[in-house]
Structure formats: structure tokens, C-alpha cells
């Protein structure tokens, strides 16, 4: 086969984002990607692990921190001029008709206005927008609005289209024929776009449109793998090749988000503290409920779709309801451990004290125990505790830390925290019971649906 030819290219970046406190995220890490002529790219990974910010770059919306951006084999600088985006939130002006949508971004570019009405009229019959020219964003469906904003993009005539998260605010079924109408768009190698480069959550998804599948990992995004897809197209979303490429894929997301060897806590080197991930006490509670009701375990893709939340969020409290040690995850399982059964059958209060005995298994709880027990007013300084949460972990968002584990020190009523004066004091044992925690009684916010 002949050499490909590159079109965008990034290589060794890094992103480093400036917190409102100051503090300096790195949300990308030595990643090197190269989108060439006539292929589909699909970047797939839990959420916040950098993927649109890949894009942005690539698309000259953001300059990398460190690291070279290319396109073309000249370095870019300022916009990319060869990309069109798609966005997942439509990003359509309210006020303009389908028409007029797309009329602004071709007058933007300068076209007469006969041209302007002649490419208009094309890109709105190809996209199956005929009859809903003159209809505003507010009387259109999800997938009708993507549509808009398909044809937006591809009216313009780029040799990039970039899709951010397109089809997750539409239905399952137009979803499903949007993408094959995008790849009809993408497949005449002698028209433009040339080359997709997208992004998506969904493993059916990349692997219907995808010829290379990019796996990031997160904190900070690296990528972790690259799974080159030659399954023919049209794809069949049910036959057996493709299936056990998807099963494939899931295998190596869970296989690299929930290490099936020990769990995380006891991961962690004696003494060292861990990451809590950033999610809510009830959240954790709706998922052992959750399991409860199915007889203790089920599988983590179908958990997230039975709870329609993105497959990144779900591993973000499986992840720490495995920190707590209430469940385990085997493969692409998640089981409740005895700790987790106890838990589910329990009432609110002794589900108070199992929580709690959870929490101080680990290292950040017992720290601060102990550090607040040693002072004689039993309090301490928020900025005490953020300063123990930068110094074990400095790439991780501190204030985000301090509130998690806040969060979950009141829902085990061990720890409370005062807003006002901004200092942290045990509310175990202080005659109360209910220690000044705000919000503790929590309400499952993982439903199923089914
Ligand atoms: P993904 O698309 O994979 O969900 P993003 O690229 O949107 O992830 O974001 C990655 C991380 O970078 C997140 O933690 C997000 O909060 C952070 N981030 C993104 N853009 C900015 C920005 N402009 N300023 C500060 N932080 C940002
Ligand atoms: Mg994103």
C-alpha cells in the first residue's frame, strides 16, 4: 500500500490549563497523533481525559502548551484552515432558520451571494434538510438540528472534518443514520472532506465509522492505544466481526480503568494517599442500589446504559465505589464485595457506619483523623488540608479534592465543614449526630431505567 499522506499532526504535546486558583491542571501528556488523507480517526476515552482539547488544537482554537502542531507539514499557527467542525451541541444561532444558519457561515467566508444561495440549496438537499429550510433550531428534533449543523460544515469545503461528541445528543435510531450518511459524505476520495477526525464515547460508534480508533487514558490524557479497524464498509452494527471488536475495545477501557487485580485502595503504597474520584456520595449509593436490585453484580457497559450516563462518568463511580471497597470489578464486571451487600441491606444509619469504616481504610481519612485530633481545638484550616492533598498529588485539581472528600466525610458523618470560616472539625462523637453536614441524606441519582 502507497504511504499515507499526513494531513494534521500533533507531536509529544502537552496541555496545561491555569485553574481559577492558579493552580496548573496537565490535562494532556506527550500526545502524538496524525490524521492522514482519507481516513476516519475516532479518539475514544472517559470523560476529561483531554479528547476535545486534541481537537481544539488540531483545529488551531487552542496553541498546545508544548510539543509541534502541524498540518500539512507546515507548522500551524492561528486557525486551521482545512477544518470544518461539527459540535455536540449543535452550536446553531436560535434567532436564524436552517437557511440562514448556513448562509452566515458561507457569507463569513466571503462568497457572493449567489454562491451563497446555490451551496446552501446543495448542502440542504444532500443533508435531507429539504422542507425544514425555513424552520428555526427551537421546532427541530436533535437529530434535525445535527443536520444543520452537518451541513454547515461540509458547506464550507474543507479537507477536515472534525466531529466533537456529534451524535450524543440524538436519538439512538437517527443516530445511527447520521453516521452512515457522514461516512457517505466522507467516501468519494476525489471530495472533500478528505479525511474525519471525531470524537465519541461510544464503542459502537468508533467502531462503525472509525479506520483507526485512538483509546485515551486519563490524568493526564495520554493516549494508551491505537486500534487500527479494517472491518469492510458498510459495517453490520450485528455481525460477529463486528461485535467481538467491540467486545475487544470494551476489554482493553476496563482493562485500563478498573485493574482487576487489587483493588485501588490497596493499590496504593502504605502511607500514600489516594485520588478520590470526584463524585458525589449519593451517586455511589444509587450504584450499589443498583446492584442490590441485580442480585449483586452486572456489567459496567450495561450499567451505563441502562442509567443513560456517559460510559466515563459510570467508571468515575465505579472507580470509587471500589476505592470504598464496597464492590469489586472482575473483567467487565462490577460485584458487590460483602462490605457493599451489607451496605445495600443496610438502614440509613448503620449505613452511616459501614460508610464510615469504608472511609477510614484509607490513607487521606485517616491523615486528617489524626491531624485534627491533635489540635486542641479540634479544627482545622481548609488550606491545611488543601496543602496535604497538592503535596501528594500535584497534578490532581485540589479544590476539587478538598469538596470530594468533604463530600464524603459528611456522608459518613466523620468529618464537617464550615464554609464560613472555611475550617474542617470530626463531627463523629460530638453529641449532634449530624455534625453541621449539609445535604447528607442523598438521594440515588444513578437510576435505571429498566
Ligand atoms: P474530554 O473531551 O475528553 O471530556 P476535555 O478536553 O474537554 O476532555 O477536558 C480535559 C480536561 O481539561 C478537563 O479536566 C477540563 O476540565 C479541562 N479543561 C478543558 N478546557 C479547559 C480550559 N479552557 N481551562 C481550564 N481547564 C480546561
Ligand atoms: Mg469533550
Known amino acids: 500500500m502507497a504511504q499515507p499522506t499526513p494531513l494534521c499532526e500533533?507531536?509529544?504535546?502537552?496541555?496545561?490549563?491555569?485553574?481559577?486558583?492558579?493552580?496548573?491542571?496537565?490535562?494532556?501528556?506527550?500526545?502524538?497523533?496524525?490524521?492522514?488523507?482519507?481516513?476516519?480517526?475516532?479518539?475514544?476515552?472517559?470523560?476529561?481525559?483531554?479528547?476535545?482539547?486534541?481537537?481544539?488544537?488540531?483545529?488551531?482554537?487552542?496553541?498546545?502548551?508544548a510539543g509541534s502542531v502541524s498540518n500539512q507539514g507546515a507548522p500551524l499557527t492561528g486557525r486551521n484552515e482545512d477544518v470544518a467542525m461539527v459540535f455536540q451541541s449543535f452550536a446553531l444561532y436560535p434567532w436564524m432558520t436552517?437557511?440562514?444558519?448556513?448562509?452566515?457561515?458561507?457569507?463569513?467566508?466571503?462568497?457572493?451571494?449567489?454562491?451563497?444561495?446555490?451551496?446552501?440549496?446543495?448542502?440542504?438537499?444532500?443533508?435531507?434538510?429539504?422542507?425544514?429550510?425555513?424552520?428555526?433550531?427551537?421546532?427541530?428534533?436533535?437529530?434535525?438540528?445535527?443536520?444543520?449543523?452537518?451541513?454547515?460544515?461540509?458547506?464550507?469545503?474543507?479537507?477536515?472534518?472534525?466531529?466533537?461528541?456529534?451524535?450524543?445528543?440524538?436519538?439512538?435510531?437517527?443516530?445511527e443514520s447520521l453516521r452512515s450518511e457522514v461516512l457517505d459524505l466522507w467516501a468519494p476520495v476525489d471530495r472533500n472532506p478528505s479525511s474525519i477526525l471525531m470524537v465519541s464515547h461510544d464503542i459502537k460508534e468508533v467502531v462503525y465509522m472509525a479506520d483507526r480508533i485512538v483509546i485515551f487514558g486519563t490524568n493526564p490524557g495520554r493516549i494508551r492505544k491505537i486500534i487500527d479497524n479494517h472491518l469492510p464498509r458498510p459495517r453490520d452494527y450485528r455481525s460477529p466481526e463486528f461485535l467481538q471488536l467491540v467486545d475487544h475495545i470494551h476489554d482493553i477501557i476496563t482493562g485500563m480503568e478498573l485493574p482487576d487485580a487489587a483493588p485501588l485502595a490497596a493499590a496504593t503504597p502504605a502511607g500514600e494517599i489516594e485520588q478520590l474520584p470526584p463524585v458525589?456520595?449519593?451517586?455511589?449509593?444509587?450504584?450499589?442500589?443498583?446492584?442490590?436490585?441485580?442480585?449483586?453484580?452486572?456489567?459496567?457497559?450495561?450499567?451505563?446504559?441502562?442509567?443513560?450516563?456517559?460510559?466515563?462518568?459510570?467508571?468515575?463511580?465505579?472507580?470509587?465505589?471500589?476505592?470504598?471497597?464496597?464492590?469489586?470489578?472482575?473483567?467487565?464486571?462490577?460485584?458487590?464485595?460483602?462490605?457493599?451487600?451489607?451496605?445495600a441491606k443496610a438502614l440509613a444509619e448503620e449505613r452511616r457506619s459501614i460508610w464510615r469504616s469504608c472511609l477510614m481504610s484509607l490513607q487521606i481519612f485517616k491523615t486528617l483523623h489524626a491531624m485534627i485530633s491533635r489540635q486542641p481545638t479540634h479544627e482545622i484550616d481548609r488550606e491545611i488540608v488543601e496543602e496535604t492533598i497538592i503535596l501528594a498529588m500535584p497534578h490532581e485539581d485540589y479544590a476539587r479534592q478538598f469538596m470530594t472528600i468533604i463530600a464524603w466525610a459528611r456522608y459518613g458523618n466523620m468529618l464537617s465543614y464550615d464554609e464560613t470560616t472555611e475550617k474542617v472539625s470530626l463531627s463523629e462523637g460530638n453529641g449532634t449526630g449530624n455534625g453541621g453536614s449539609h445535604g447528607s441524606t442523598p438521594a440515588p441519582t444513578v437510576t435505571p431505567s429498566a
Do not use: W
Open 10 to 65: 500533533v507531536k509529544d504535546i502537552v496541555q496545561d490549563f491555569r485553574r481559577p486558583s492558579g493552580q496548573t491542571l496537565r490535562v494532556l501528556d506527550g500526545v502524538s497523533l496524525t490524521v492522514n488523507e482519507h481516513e476516519v480517526v475516532a479518539l475514544l476515552g472517559p470523560s476529561g481525559c483531554g479528547k476535545s482539547t486534541v481537537l481544539r488544537i488540531l483545529a488551531g482554537l487552542i496553541p498546545a502548551t
Open 280 to 343: 458525589i456520595p449519593s451517586e455511589i449509593v444509587g450504584l450499589i442500589e443498583y446492584l442490590e436490585a441485580r442480585r449483586g453484580q452486572e456489567d459496567v457497559f450495561r450499567i451505563a446504559t441502562d442509567t443513560a450516563r456517559e460510559f466515563g462518568e459510570i467508571i468515575s463511580v465505579v472507580k470509587a465505589a471500589e476505592v470504598l471497597d464496597l464492590v469489586d470489578t472482575p473483567k467487565r464486571l462490577v460485584v458487590l464485595t460483602a462490605e457493599g451487600r451489607k451496605f
Open 98 to 175: 436552517a437557511r440562514e444558519n448556513i448562509e452566515a457561515v458561507l457569507r463569513a467566508q466571503g462568497l457572493s451571494e449567489d454562491k451563497v444561495k446555490e451551496r446552501t440549496d446543495q448542502v440542504i438537499k444532500v443533508v435531507g434538510l429539504t422542507g425544514f429550510a425555513n424552520s428555526h433550531p427551537r421546532e427541530m428534533s436533535g437529530g434535525m438540528k445535527q443536520r444543520i449543523g452537518i451541513a454547515r460544515a461540509i458547506s464550507v469545503d474543507r479537507k477536515l472534518l472534525f466531529m466533537d461528541e456529534p451524535f450524543s445528543q440524538v436519538d439512538a435510531l437517527t443516530a
